[in-house]
């Protein structure tokens, strides 16, 4: 859906008329290039503080990838990387702020800044700990100032044994993918299985299921994952078949009509799985309705109808692939939250309710799914550019769109984009994280 306020910024009278009138000027985000996909370009300054674990691991990888790995910056721009592990005292905090205070203004527009950290349980002493923790309170503080420049911060915490699956989210956050996606934490753990794949097609030969593919946000994770060498599944309602059968095989995938809360839904999506390959790579529950209402007035028909499309079907579908081993070795589940899981919003206790349920997914099953190796992740979208969203009365429509740090609403491909590094084969140390792409909203930050 087009976003004039945004158009209206960026173009040459636009900027001048609203610099003059203090209005707020949203920046064009760089997002990914269709035919140069997981490109990464530009320059790079990697700082470290005293004790720092992994600026030399990180180092190394930049140093194979077409990004420019920089001692000082001088009067360029580019993206800012510091590796604050090693902090564990508040005098050792100064050490943060001063890699900022220097270089701060150097972040390119539309530039990244990633900070690395432990998480807190994996830190050395109770006082390393505490202020490892405050790396978020940085991170997010951070994300706000550099927010107008269409330029995110984000945080990576190594856990225990996580070490070796910090390149495949470093890598995500510096890419144009990452670019609604601000002062997030991801945690990086011990892999669950081999990461071994290409970064410019890391899903070439595998197969994944899309529910809710033929519009919308589920239309441009099928896209992502066919850009990325993916055979997709996709499955939505019957009344939506002919537009989804014409884009699975513009896409070169398989079409799957199904109402997948009708009666015995599940159990045919697994034998079709099953019929196709002996090793599904991953399913993305996007499938979703809202219906609604102030609870007063909200009846146990649309209660009941949104927890059986937005949770139930989830559930028994998870349930019926997890009686086989197609997942097993490999496996990926990602869910599709929201904002409204985790700050709530008017109107929507049945949808807040479900997709709450849908971060609860990620914390029951991560553990048991990683002893197989499969990992579970979710993405609680904010305020996307959607035929829904296009319905919201036009107040409402452009707060949702000002309110967050980078001053206007995410696209489709913002949440497919994150998707896509959850479900690829390097993100096997990325389980049980939930990620908001919402450009640092207001709604629940």
């Known amino acids: 859906m087009s976003d004039t306020y945004l158009e209206l910024a960026n173009s040459a009278l636009g900027k001048k008329l609203f610099s003059a009138m203090g209005l707020p000027e949203p920046v064009a985000l760089d997002r990914e290039d269709p035919e140069q996909p997981h490109k990464l370009i530009g320059k790079v300054l990697l700082g470290k503080a005293k004790g720092a674990l992994f600026g030399d691991q990180i180092g190394d990888f930049l140093q194979t990838t077409k990004l420019e790995l920089k001692k000082n910056l001088g009067d360029e721009k580019g993206h800012l990387i510091f590796d604050a592990s090693g902090i564990a005292s508040a005098e050792q905090s100064a050490q943060l702020y001063g890699f900022f205070h220097r270089n701060i203004k150097s972040l390119k527009p539309c530039g990244r800044v990633i900070v690395i950290g432990l998480k807190s349980s994996a830190a050395d002493t109770t006082e390393h700990g505490t202020l490892q923790r405050g790396l978020h309170g940085f991170v997010k503080s951070l994300a706000k100032e550099i927010g107008r420049h269409g330029a995110t911060a984000n945080l990576l915490l ?5 070490e070796a699956a910090i390149e495949a989210p470093i890598r995500f956050l510096l890419s144009a993918g990452s670019a609604f996606m601000n002062a997030q934490v991801l945690t990086a753990a011990n892999p669950v299985v081999a990461m071994q794949a290409d970064w410019q097609q890391p899903l070439l030969g595998k197969m994944l299921v899309v529910t809710g593919a033929a519009r919308g946000i589920g239309l441009a994770i ?12 996709g499955v939505d309602v019957p009344q939506a078949e002919e537009e989804l059968v014409g ?12 109402d997948i809360t009708s009666d015995g839904a599940a159990t ?4 079709f799985c099953t019929a196709q390959t002996p090793a599904l790579h991953g399913i993305i529950h996007n499938a979703g309705v809202t219906r609604d209402k102030m609870l007063s007035r909200m009846t146990d028909h649309q209660w009941n109808l949104l927890i059986e499309v937005n949770l139930g079907s989830v559930q028994r579908i998870n349930a019926a692939l997890l009686e086989t081993e197609l997942l097993d070795n490999g496996g990926k589940i990602v869910g599709v939250a929201s904002i409204s899981g985790i700050a709530g919003n008017v109107g929507q206790t049945n949808y807040g309710f479900s997709k709450s349920a849908v971060i609860g997914m990620v914390e029951t099953l991560a553990e048991p799914c990683a002893a197989r190796g499969i990992t579970v992740n979710a993405v609680a979208p904010g305020f996307i550019e959607t035929q829904m969203t296009a319905a919201i009365p036009f107040i409402t429509r452009q707060m949702g769109r000002r309110l967050s740090s980078l001053g206007q609403g995410g696209l489709p491909i913002d949440v497919a984009e994150v998707i896509g ?3 690829s084969p390097q993100a096997a140390g990325i389980n049980g994280n939930v990620v908001r792409v919402c450009g640092q909203s207001i709604l629940g930050a």
């Open 268 to 271: 045919l999506l697994r034998d």
């Open 222 to 233: 099928a896209e992502v994952l066919a850009r990325d060498g993916a055979v997709v599944i």
């Open 158 to 162: 190594v856990d225990k044994r996580g």
């Open 421 to 423: 590094f959850f479900v």
């Open 247 to 258: 884009t699975m095989r513009r896409l070169g995938g398989l079409a799957l009509p199904l």
